[in-house]
């Protein structure tokens, strides 16, 4: 699932093509008709769903139309890589312990939107990128995998961003198989 860019999707299904994570990455969805997302997954030849949610009146109604798609499409684990949109408990018990987010930072430093931002208001000299299964509580649950980014003191937003993303695009795989592990022992 995702809104925006959509770089962390395609790591996951090159990583998945190269057999980095035995997965298929069978379906994207969005919540923004014009995300840069999109343009990845039909370059990328994966199939993808628009489902707006100014169309429902509730969260719940919304997810609700997500999870008949996810079942439809018979999937296993839900990653959120950039939805920016909270999820309720109704997505969440879909997919007990199947759901999985990523976030820039180093949990639980920093949760929330603007991540990024905060950590260089908080001036620390250390930030990061965590993978995690989702809980109610936003930008929570048990942590998967972390990388650790470097603060410099040239940095901006733009350029802290970019060395996160390096390190996101090499953790989300890496967590997307640790859950499978988990998964597979359940
Ligand atoms: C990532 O930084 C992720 O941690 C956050 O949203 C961003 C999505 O980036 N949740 P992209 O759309 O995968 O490029």
Same mark, same amino acid.
């Given at each position: 699932?995702?809104?925006?860019?959509?770089?962390?999707?395609?790591?996951?299904?090159?990583?998945?093509?190269?057999?980095?994570?035995?997965?298929?990455?069978?379906?994207?969805?969005?919540?923004?008709?014009?995300?840069? #997302?999109? $343009?990845?997954?039909?370059? /990328?030849?994966?199939?993808? !769903?628009? %489902?707006?949610?100014? *169309?429902?009146? =509730?969260?719940?109604?919304?997810?609700?139309?997500?999870?008949?798609?996810?079942?439809?499409?018979?999937?296993?684990?839900?990653?959120?890589?950039?939805?920016?949109?909270?999820?309720?408990?109704?997505?969440?018990?879909?997919?007990?312990?199947?759901?999985?987010?990523?976030?820039?930072?180093?949990?639980?430093?920093?949760?929330?939107?603007?991540?990024?931002?905060? #950590?260089? $208001?908080?001036?620390?000299? /250390?930030?990061?990128?965590? !993978?995690? %299964?989702?809980?109610? *509580?936003?930008? =929570?649950?048990?942590?998967?995998?972390?990388?650790?980014?470097?603060?410099?003191?040239?940095?901006?937003?733009?350029?802290?961003?970019?060395?996160?993303?390096?390190?996101?695009?090499?953790?989300?795989?890496?967590?997307?198989?640790?859950?499978?592990?988990?998964?597979?022992?359940?």
């Amino acid at each position: 699932m995702a809104s925006g860019n959509g770089s962390n999707f395609e790591a996951l299904v090159i990583a998945s093509r190269n057999q980095v994570v035995k997965a298929d990455i069978s379906l994207l969805i969005v919540n923004n008709p014009n995300c840069e #997302a999109i $343009k990845r997954a039909k370059r /990328l030849n994966i199939p993808f !769903v628009f %489902l707006n949610h100014k *169309e429902f009146s =509730s969260r719940i109604d919304y997810e609700k139309e997500i999870i008949k798609h996810l079942k439809n499409n018979q999937i296993e684990g839900v990653v959120m890589a950039g939805w920016m949109r909270i999820v309720s408990n109704r997505l969440i018990d879909a997919y007990p312990d199947r759901l999985i987010n990523i976030h820039p930072s180093i949990l639980p430093s920093f949760r929330g939107i603007d991540a990024i931002d905060q #950590a260089l $208001k908080a001036k620390v000299k /250390l930030t990061g990128c965590s !993978v995690h %299964l989702v809980e109610a *509580e936003v930008d =929570s649950g048990p942590i998967l995998i972390q990388a650790a980014v470097p603060i410099y003191q040239t940095d901006n937003k733009e350029s802290l961003s970019r060395r996160i993303q390096t390190q996101e695009h090499k953790i989300l795989p890496m967590g997307v198989s640790i859950a499978g592990r988990i998964w597979r022992r359940s």
